[in-house]
């Protein structure tokens, strides 16, 4: 082979293995997805399952080395924190939600969704208090699964906090106690997302954690 | 290249028989256009501004349609008659334009553009923005009562305010029908759009603006509400289903939605054409 020939073969291996290696970090970005984690079956009279969760101001390096400031929720399954997104609950079924909230409050941008909304009873508990709306600016984040017509807003732990966590898991730190149920319906992927502004420094609080699944939305699939 | 290699007809004879058949395929296409295709052009008939859209896509695609039929009966006459013959390689006689025919096509296609731009400009006005949002200060309005409806989009999900109705707010949207709309868009955080593909209703929804459409749904039905703007992750997911309903099922809904949504309505803000994009507390 020639000497232009070897080069011009060399630059054209180069090529295919460049947008090769850039297609598989492409594909293997866009297809990453949190683990699916189950809801806990609830025994008992009432039946149904049980999701755990909590909300944090910042997920910290353990979690999440390469976004450690970033908001987010966690759920709890046999006893530990997974950072995910993707809860798995059966069809036709009561879901008991127990959330532990340990950020501070943004306010909500539409009051709209200061209302609790789908939740058997359309009420919510919060630290024991039997509620239907929250004051809309004392709004942290919010827990809606739109397709479902669930919306239920999660207030801020108080300004001034003694003990405010600074990264997940956050037990121990002050919080509020936020919970409720709702019925599932038929099977299917529902998304669910948070609506406050809540993404600190990112364009309308809205980039960062709220567009990467994992933090601050994610999937209930219903099965 | 000599002319021997082509079909021994004079110039004239093409021109004649080309003109002949494009004239007849365009005088049985047309119609079929009009006639057989037209009413079946979306976006359909659920709204005064859907079939008025129908009514433009027909036109634009009955007017299309003889320019079509020339373009491809030319290049098929191109093939099939000017067709070289097997085993020959042979050049075409020089072409070396014709001012008859480039001035007859520069003038047609001039006056159709031309005519084209002057229906689509009367078509607006006259339809009252055809739909489509018309900023703040629409030049035209319909006369007659308006049923004023504000469309919320926020990243992900348009809400619907109804001040006539004490400013409720709603996760849906439902309208009587045989009522004119005054339809206000708006956002509270980044660019929207929505999009009522049945009712033929599209206006951009930007944060502090007031975008406003009208229409009529002539017909009970269900339609589908999209955002038309990509907005973030779950632009997709911006997506639910409106209800058109009889006036007396929606002065029930909206009785419903009075008393559902009382809590929320104690604490939204004061009914306005905008809203600020800052949440009541600073992003932490």
């Known amino acids: ?223 | 290249m000599s002319a021997e290699s082509h079909p021994a007809q004079p110039e004239g004879n093409h021109a004649r028989r080309f003109t002949a058949i494009w004239l007849i395929a365009s005088l049985i296409a047309t119609p079929l256009v009009i006639f057989v295709l037209g009413p079946e052009l979306p976006p359909g008939n659920g709204s005064d501004v859907a079939s008025g859209q129908v009514t433009d896509n027909t036109v634009l695609l009955a007017m299309a349609t003889p320019v079509l039929l020339l373009v491809v009966i030319y290049l098929l006459y191109a093939i099939i008659v000017f067709r070289q013959p097997a085993g020959a390689a042979l050049e075409g006689p020089a072409v070396r334009g014709d001012t008859k025919i480039q001035t007859t096509w520069i003038v047609v296609t001039s006056i159709l553009v031309l005519s084209l731009a002057a229906y689509g400009t009367v078509r607006l006005e006259q339809g009252y923005g055809a739909g489509s949002g018309s900023g703040p200060k629409p030049l035209t309005v319909p006369k007659g009562p308006k049923l004023e409806v504000q469309v919320i989009a926020q990243q992900w999900a348009f809400t619907y305010r109804y001040p006539g109705y004490g400013g409720v707010e709603t996760t849906h949207l439902v309208l009587p029908v045989d009522q004119t709309v005054e339809l206000h868009v708006t956002s509270i955080d980044a660019i929207h759009s929505f999009w009522a593909y049945q009712l033929g209703v599209k206006a951009d929804a930007n944060p502090g603006v007031d975008n406003v459409a009208f229409f009529r749904p002539t017909t009970e039905q269900i339609f589908e509400v999209h955002c038309a703007e990509l907005c973030g992750i779950w632009h997709g997911a911006m997506f639910d289903h409106g209800r058109i309903v009889s006036a007396p099922a929606f002065a029930l809904w909206i009785r419903e939605q009075q008393i559902r949504f009382a809590p929320a309505t104690k604490v939204l803000e004061p009914y306005a054409k905008t809203y600020s994009p800052e949440p009541t507390r600073r992003a932490h």
């Open chain 1, 1 to 223: 082979m020639s000497q232009s020939g070897k080069r011009i073969l060399g630059v054209g291996a180069a090529v295919v293995l460049t947008c090769a290696l850039i297609g598989l970090y492409v594909s293997s970005w866009a297809t990453s997805m949190p683990p699916t984690v189950a809801a806990t079956p609830v025994l008992g009279a009432g039946g149904g399952t049980q999701l755990t969760l909590e909300t944090v101001p910042s997920i910290g390096p353990n979690y999440s080395p390469t976004h450690p400031s970033w908001v987010s929720y966690l759920i709890r399954q046999n006893g530990k924190w997974i950072h995910s997104t993707i809860f798995k609950v059966r069809a036709n079924s009561i879901v008991h939600v127990t959330l532990y909230q340990y950020d501070s409050a943004s306010g909500l941008r539409n009051p709209f969704l200061s209302q609790v909304q789908g939740t058997v009873g359309g009420t919510a508990t919060i630290d024991g208090k039997t509620v239907n709306s929250i004051p809309p600016e004392e709004a942290s984040h919010t827990f809606v699964i739109p397709e479902m017509g669930v919306f239920v807003p999660l207030p801020g732990i108080p300004e001034g906090a003694k003990t405010p966590c600074e990264f997940a898991p956050c037990e121990g730190a002050d919080h509020r106690t936020v919970s409720f149920s709702f019925r599932t319906g038929k099977k299917g992927r529902y998304r669910w997302q948070c609506f406050v502004p809540c993404a600190a420094g990112t364009i309308a609080g809205f980039g960062g954690p709220m567009q990467t699944l994992g933090y601050m939305d994610g999937f209930i699939d219903v099965v």
